[in-house]
């Protein structure tokens, strides 16, 4: 195992870590930005050190198809391809059995993808993704799972979760690297509650490093995800990270951090800021808005970015509609607005003041936010 988990303070559910990786020493609870095929679309890995981003996610899926994990690992690694030198996690490929469904067939093999790249068949079995994220040389890895959306219903959902949990088996037995890559295991079974139950149960016997919740952020209501993410924290491990996959809206980071949750992953910041919209404590600033063209405020002005201390409404709004530097630039301060709540339930945590700062910003609008603060009361 190479990963050291240190809670440092606790309010009921919540808690603040220190998670020890081979490239990184993390705090949690943590953001992690989506780099795709090694990079996060706009910034430079300097800028990403710059806003204090402690893990970038990879997809094994993509990677694989291009550059190649075999590419990658003759030029010595992710970290260095991508020249990163903090900590990395890759996805095992079996998001993309529900985002590339139409190219895809699973069996009990594994799943064969049609390649978006040439057209030719690609077999992801659970033993070839381990095998491609060993070449590719993450400080976490993940298992490959069945992922089937959460608004299937009927005998698929168990299906899928029994078949995670005998993929778990092949993924620890081709794991080649387990003294310096880490192997999390992904509990699935819909919103059935009886079905995560088994599965986190027979997960947690693997004793693996850490542990994933997926296939939530599918579509869903936001109670039965909140509901899931706390059955599933309250079942796992104290002395392991929990990850709650494909979560990036800051409302749910909050929720999910006062359930027990650690570490998050989503497009959301930085696809939202491509459309032209920043995220701010309110919500979201439409930069594209007529009313922006002539807003010489900053586009948040409690924030300390780079771009909220160097440019105005009016300035991005011009870049937007015209400029590529315009989605830079809101994917920039996106995700150092992520990281920055990141870093505020850290710290209202171990400072003992959690309550107030989840006070604070569940009375925030929208209204959503307000519903977080019965939610809240009522799970924890």
Known sequence: MALRFEVLARFNRARAARMTLPHFLCETPLFMPVGTQGTIKGLTTSQLEEIGCQIILGNTYHLALRPTSELIDELGGLHKFMNWSRALLTDSGGFQMVSLLHLADITENGVTFQSPVDGNPMLLTPEESIQIQNRIGADIIMALDDVVKTTTTGPRIEEAMYRTIRWIDRC?????????QNLFAIVQGGLDPVLRDICVKALTERNLPGYAIGGLAGGEDKDSFWRVVAQCTAALPEDKPRYVMGVGYPLDIVVCSALGADMYDCVY?????????????EGVLKLKHKAMAEDIRPIDPTCACMVCRTYSRAYIHALVTKDAMGSQLLSYHNLYYMLQLSRDLHNSIIQGRFPEYVLVYSFLPPSPKRLFSLSFMLLC
């Open 269 to 281: 910041p930085t696809r939202t800021a491509r459309f032209g919209t920043a995220l701010v404590p």
């Open 172 to 180: 620890i037995a081709a794991h080649q690297r387990p003294g310096e």
